[in-house]
């Protein structure tokens, strides 16, 4: 092949040695072979090994291999005699044999089965800002249980609540307050209903609950969150149920290091701290946890985390989800009346998508990702699927690649689980390093002029010697040996980094690395750098060429195959609008920006993909209604007027017509602080109805006004018509009656040529005539 062979170029003087290179490589460890100074031309591609007359059963070149140890079918229903041994993901069990290098990959498939149970545990922030919303939730057991038992027949529900640790600065430490008779005492933690299906219950807990004050804005809801995530025996999860944890509250919470305030400098443990009351005990011991071990104790547990926040958090809150894997964030009104539909929508969120999160995964392996979704089109890179239908199964295609080799012996696991699964997949892992002639290694070999191990057709000589077979000692040097220490006639001995000994170059040590290579051609340092590291760190250089990790490609490795980042909210790479380079969009269309190209005010499709918005969020209606994703892909702010003003220049006004033949209009723009804005209308423009009677009066008006009108003319031209006719009779009998009496009597000669009646009144002819 062209180019560099990788092999060849190395600085392998064993078989093991030679397989770490590349997986391409092969180790001929037949005795007679090759030229008797060379060690490393051992090492080299199958193919040209045996054209160089190595026989195929003395080439060491082992690969990965993928075996399935269990794999039972996937479940098609969750609740019923079966719903203990409910199976959501195939295979369950997997073993690899790695040779580094070597990628090998398996398939994955999951499945959301029908009506699997579901545990609901409702944790409530009872500050005193939070009153009203305790009023509205007072009978929220049965009606939420109602909503819920359409989409599952085995619902469970618990109730807990929370307002912040009772020391100061945080709280009001008095037990009494005289502007709040009716408030209690602060507390961190409190358990007040195990999940049951006997719903009344909470009912019942909720009407005995009495709101609480603290002094500060956040609350202590992580610390509640944590406690009933791994209190599981008092909170009550079961381990075949669907985990819901829903956190209501109207304000920020308090994280880690923030009881530094209070002295409270002991890490939180992430243990279960219940007294016998059911409260939190640790509340003023330790400090508040971190995100981090939030996250990982909700993933211990299965636990899907819904946030219930009020709009004015909504970006905290959002912004916590991605540091916190399996949460979602849903805008919670004012005093709650939208709770039951928030956790519907939530719940028909999380169970519409499936993402694959990887557990204790060893440092030199690297794993990479294809997802296939319903649409059956692989996506590089992805490791969850979106848009899907309880009942639908997708496949993930996962290429695993060892990077090195530990120690002899050493076997690893991982494990690969579908967010808020119980289910899982657990991969065993050995590694394939050593060669198979390592077994027959003879020491104190006769081939070694008995002064070192003959193994895999070479010899390893003892300390101060050296020699294909162990012939010379160090130290040695001569003419017939420095020729075969340069790589060409001309150059410098072992390249001017080593020494010509007994045939071989000794490669100087050096400070930033290894130098090796037959010639001391190649060191592993020599290499691209990206902000200082070497191949970014996510490759490995070897003899000034970065080989690059999975995932990741470029002359420094700095490049990222992964396209997850790249993914926007409606499932689609940069939003259709751009592609993926290296982990980040680079939009293509003009106008298109943001980290997914999500927003673009200007592109030809920014009013239609808005306007699905428009529809779900304030009319219920649109194609987004059908299928529960309004919540997830409609996260702008929509503002409602009266009267929309298109004076801003920066934003796009919009317009549709309706089912109902209206016109709907919104403006779209994009603020500064990167949050989308809808101005609309709050209902559509549309013509008034017209009223019938008034139709049927107009009409029939028109008619009678065009036929008077009609008549006026048809009687002012016949009128016109029969004056001049009879001021022509006129005329022809007045020029009669004066040619008469002009026959009798001279008269002076008159003009009897007239048009009108009147004419003919004022004229000689008339008096002429009045004569006769």
């Known amino acids: 092949s062209l180019g560099l062979n990788v092999c060849m170029s190395g600085s392998a003087t064993s078989c093991e040695e030679c397989l770490l290179i590349s997986p391409s490589c092969a180790w001929c460890a037949q005795e007679e072979f090759g030229r008797a100074r060379t060690l490393t031309s051992r090492c080299d591609l199958s193919q040209n090994l045996q054209k160089r007359g190595c026989e195929a059963h003395n080439i060491e070149s082992p690969s990965s291999t993928t075996m399935v140890v269990k794999s039972e079918p996937l479940s098609s229903k969750g609740s019923g005699p079966t719903q203990y041994d409910v199976i959501q993901i195939m295979p369950q069990k997997i073993s690899l044999n790695l040779r580094p290098g070597d990628q090998t990959s398996f398939e994955v498939q999951v499945r959301q089965v029908e009506d699997y149970p579901v545990d609901l545990y409702y944790l409530m922030d009872l500050s005193l800002s939070m009153k009203d919303d305790l009023d509205t939730i007072r009978n929220l057991g049965t009606k939420l249980a109602d909503e819920m038992r359409k989409l599952t027949s085995n619902f469970r529900l618990g109730f807990g609540s929370f307002v912040d640790k009772n020391m100061s600065p945080f709280s009001y430490t008095a037990t009494k307050y005289k502007l709040f008779p009716n408030c209690v005492p602060s507390f961190g933690f409190r358990h007040l209903l195990s999940l049951t299906d006997k719903v009344d219950r909470f009912n019942e807990e909720v009407q005995k609950q009495m709101v609480s004050r603290n002094r500060d804005a956040p609350e202590g809801g992580f610390d509640a969150i944590l406690q009933a995530a791994v209190c ?88 916590f989800t991605a540091l916190i894997p399996g949460t979602t964030v849903e805008i919670l009104d004012q005093d709650s009346k939208n709770i039951i539909q928030l956790i519907v929508n939530a719940y028909n969120n999380i169970r519409s998508k499936v993402e694959l999160t990887v557990w204790d995964q060893p440092e030199d392996l690297s794993l990479s990702f294809t997802a296939t979704c319903q649409d059956g089109q692989p996506l590089p890179g992805l490791r969850k699927c979106a848009d899907l239908k309880i009942g639908d199964t997708v496949s993930f295609n996962v290429s695993v690649d060892a990077r090195g080799c530990p120690a002899p012996g050493t076997q690893q696991r991982f494990t690969i689980k579908p967010v808020g699964f119980k289910n899982r997949l657990e991969v065993s892992v050995d590694y394939r390093c050593a060669c198979g002639c390592t077994d027959q290694t003879q020491a104190n070999s006769s081939r070694c002029s008995s002064i070192g191990q003959y193994t895999c057709g070479t010899c390893r000589c003892d300390p101060g010697y050296l020699g294909a077979r162990c012939e010379c000692q160090e130290g040695e040097a001569g003419s017939m040996y420095l020729s075969a220490c340069r790589e060409a006639e001309g150059k410098q001995i072992c390249g001017g980094r080593g020494e010509c000994s007994c045939n071989q170059c000794l490669c100087y040590e050096s400070e930033f690395g290894k130098i090796y290579g037959t010639f001391c051609e190649c060191d592993d340092f020599s290499c691209a750098r990206h902000k200082g590291i070497l191949c970014s760190g996510h490759g490995e250089c070897h003899c000034g ?66 306007r699905e918005c428009i529809e779900c969020r304030l009319f219920d209606s649109g194609r987004l209604s059908d299928n529960q994703t309004c919540q997830r892909l409609c996260k702008d702010e929509i ?51 017209p009223d019938a009677m008034t139709v049927l009066l107009a009409v029939v008006g028109s008619i009678l006004l065009v036929g008077i009108v009609l008549l006026a003319i048809w009687k002012l031209v016949i009128t016109v018509h029969d004056r001049r006719e009879f001021a022509r009779f006129q005329s ?41």
């Open 639 to 689: 503002i409602t007027v009266e009267t929309l003003k298109t004076e801003d220049p920066n934003a796009v006004l919009c317009l549709y017509k309706t089912e109902n033949e209206c016109v709907m209009k919104f403006m779209y723009s994009e603020h500064a602080n990167g949050m989308s804005v809808l101005t609309a209308l709050k209902e559509p423009e549309c013509g008034a109805a």
């Open 545 to 610: 060429e970065c080989k690059c990790h999975a995932g990741y490609i470029g002359d420094n490795c700095n490049c990222s195959t992964d396209t997850s980042s790249c993914v926007s909210d409606d499932g689609k790479i940069c939003s259709g609008r751009g592609s993926c380079v290296c982990g980040h969009c680079q939009c293509t269309e003009p106008g298109a920006f943001g980290d997914t190209c999500e927003k673009c005010p200007t592109c030809p499709d920014a009013c239609g993909t808005k």
């Open 732 to 772: 022809a009998r007045c020029r009669a009656r004066y040619e008469m009496a002009s026959f009798l009597t001279p008269l002076p000669e008159a003009n009897c040529d007239f048009k009108t009646v009147e004419e003919f009144n004022g004229s000689d002819c008339s008096y002429s005539t009045k004569l006769t």
């Open 232 to 319: 599981k025996e008092r909170i009550g999860w079961r381990k075949e149920a669907f985990h819901l944890l829903v956190f209501a509250t109207d304000d920020v919470p308090h994280l880690a290091l923030d009881g530094k305030l209070g002295g409270l400098v002991q890490p939180h443990d992430g243990e279960c701290h219940m007294n016998e009351k059911n409260e939190y005990s640790g509340s003023t011991k330790m400090d508040y946890p971190s995100l981090a071990l939030l996250g990982e104790k909700l993933a211990e547990n299965n636990i899907y985390l819904i946030f219930a926040v009020t709009k004015r958090l909504y970006v905290i809150y959002k912004n």
